[in-house]
């Protein structure tokens, strides 16, 4: 495996021949051979938000990340989004992540605290 960011722009087409828009962005971090666990985050253009954008990008991000890095030992996904993003909870939760614990903020960097979500492989 080479490199330990990979990430995705998520564009949409319009009906009529307008050229593709970017309606958002997908990523998995910190991949390494051997390593159980891997980031993923992403974000939604706000004219996007409401539609699935992100829990159908994040859907795909997940799968593609399991069947590309599992053999290299990947075992889980982790999310974190701050406490009061509670569109990024849903988007989580509708993706399988399951809560696992609030981290503690980390200023400047994270002024607020965090909630840790991981998805599982299958088995």
Same mark, same amino acid.
């Given at each position: 495996?080479? +490199?330990?960011?990979? =990430?995705?722009?998520?564009?949409? %087409? $319009?009906?009529? @021949? ?15 051979? +051997?390593?159980?666990? =891997?980031?993923?985050?992403?974000? %939604? $253009?706000?004219? @996007?938000?409401?539609?699935g954008v ?23 996904l982790e999310?974190?989004h701050q ?41």
């Open positions: 495996m080479a +490199g330990d960011r990979f =990430a995705f722009a998520v564009l949409e %087409t $319009a009906l009529d @021949a307008a050229p593709l828009r970017l309606v958002g962005n997908v990523v998995i971090k910190e991949v390494a051979s +051997g390593e159980p666990s =891997a980031e993923v985050g992403y974000w %939604t $253009a706000a004219r @996007a938000r409401g539609r992100a829990r159908r990008a994040l859907n795909t991000l997940t799968a593609w990340s399991f069947d590309a890095f599992q053999a290299d030992g990947l075992e889980c999310l974190l406490v009061d993003n509670l569109a990024s909870c849903r988007v989580a939760e509708k993706n399988g992540y399951q809560f696992d614990r609030i981290l503690p903020s980390a200023p400047p960097s994270y002024p607020l605290d965090g909630h840790l979500h991981v998805r599982r492989a299958a088995a």
